[in-house]
């Protein structure tokens, strides 16, 4: 169950908070991967929800959860995600992927592009990829990938790809620590947007992209992946728990790892770490 005490029950559709309408963006879609959109006034985060609602039924493969906020929203290596009430957006993505273990950092890849290629449709903004899962305009962050699974050994049983993107917050509203760190599509654009048109973009993508990784494979993935990046060629420093590395991105390998050729000329696959790009 989810910490709030107003939120609207899971499984109930027609639902109706703010500007968002769980109604219109199911219809908004028009394709067939979706199949439910549960949404919530408040919740700690939906990637939360969505694992929860698994462990308690038997949700859909394509079921999409949304909040207009969250009280204990999540980014990558633990991080909180400021979640105010209606401006932004934060979504999960609950699949059932019929793709090996092996395959699950793509299901980041998947859910980058999107986010990429929906806001860029949406807002006409020039949005890059930062290693691992940052959406990047203007060299400051305005949305981010957390994929989450749950599996046996051999197959992904649960993934659950959260989005969250900053759409309408004005740079006042960040905490002074995220100061000229990160940014929103109406700071970038002078504009405000509606948060169930760039959801349906997203989730468009979202299928187009998923589909394109199972019917085609990674290669596909990969190389649109790489033309949208913002690391990929950059001087960077990487931070590895205790360890500090520096050189250049050369490029990803076919599992979204990233290649790192250092100064003294030899490489390092890095899986995952907190990543800067020097200019």
């Known amino acids: 169950m989810t910490k709030s005490g107003n939120t609207i029950p899971a499984g109930r559709c027609g639902a109706i908070f703010a500007d968002l309408s769980s109604d219109e963006i199911l219809a908004g879609v028009c394709g067939f991967l979706w199949k439910k959109v549960c949404l919530f006034e408040s919740v700690d985060s939906t990637n939360e929800r969505a694992l929860a609602l698994a462990s308690s039924e038997v949700p859909p493969h394509g079921t999409v959860i949304i909040a207009d906020a969250q009280s204990s929203g999540r980014g990558r290596l633990g991080r909180k995600w400021f979640s105010p009430p209606g401006r932004n957006i934060y979504m999960s993505a609950l699949l059932k992927p019929e793709i090996g273990l092996r395959d699950a950092t793509l299901l980041t890849i998947v859910g980058a592009l999107a986010g990429v290629v929906a806001l860029r449709n949406k807002t ?156």
């Open 124 to 279: 006409g903004l020039d949005l890059r990829i930062k290693w691992p899962n940052d959406l990047m305009v203007n060299n400051k962050k305005i949305g981010g990938i957390l994929t989450e699974i749950r599996s046996d050994p051999e197959k992904i049983n649960l993934a659950v790809i959260g989005i969250g993107v900053n759409v309408n917050s004005e740079v006042v509203d960040f905490p002074e620590e995220l100061s000229g760190i990160v940014t929103s599509a109406r700071t970038e654009a002078g504009r405000m947007f509606s948060r169930v048109g760039i959801i349906i973009e997203i989730l468009r993508e979202l299928e187009r992209w998923y589909k394109t990784l199972t019917n085609e494979g990674r290669r596909p993935l990969l190389e649109e992946w790489k033309s949208r990046s913002s690391t990929i060629g950059k001087k960077v420093r990487i931070v590895l728990g205790n360890e500090i590395l520096s050189g250049v991105a050369e490029t990803i390998d076919d599992n979204g790892m990233l290649i790192l050729r250092t100064g003294s000329g030899g490489k390092r696959r890095i899986s995952s770490g907190d990543v800067m790009e020097l200019r």
